[in-house]
């Protein structure tokens, strides 16, 4: 079973910096995408960012213009850059990578979660 390992939460001013990372702690694998999701009290999951084998990004409206995700394919790493931060930024923010499988349907892993805490 793969199991990702999540660094980098924590508490930070309205207007600080952190950054996110996520990589398996076990042997590596071909992948389809990685990113970010995160998940509000009270509130349900939602996508931050996510990036492609290939490199290509999309970001949810909410962080357009403040984070950045990118990736490092031979470590399946995922890292999340995220500036400027908000209170509304405050969750757990989790990582997610889909790994192709021979089925066709992608295999998801999800990291176990870091907190963010944005005070204002």
């Known amino acids: 079973q793969v199991q990702l390992v999540e660094s980098g939460g924590g508490l930070v001013q309205a207007g600080g910096s952190l950054r996110l990372s996520c990589a398996p702690s076990g042997s590596t694998f071909a992948i389809d995408s990685m990113g970010w999701y995160r998940q509000a009290p009270g509130k349900q999951r939602e996508l931050v960012a996510t990036?492609?084998?290939?490199?290509?990004?999309n970001y949810a409206d909410p962080v357009k213009g403040r984070v950045t995700i990118s990736g490092d394919n031979a470590k399946n790493a995922v890292y999340l850059q995220m500036n400027s931060l908000k209170p509304e930024d405050t969750a757990v923010y989790y990582c997610l990578i889909r790994a192709p499988t021979t089925t066709g349907r992608p295999a998801n892993f999800w990291g176990t979660g870091t907190l963010v805490t944005v005070s204002s």
């Open positions: 990036i492609t084998s290939g490199g290509s990004t």
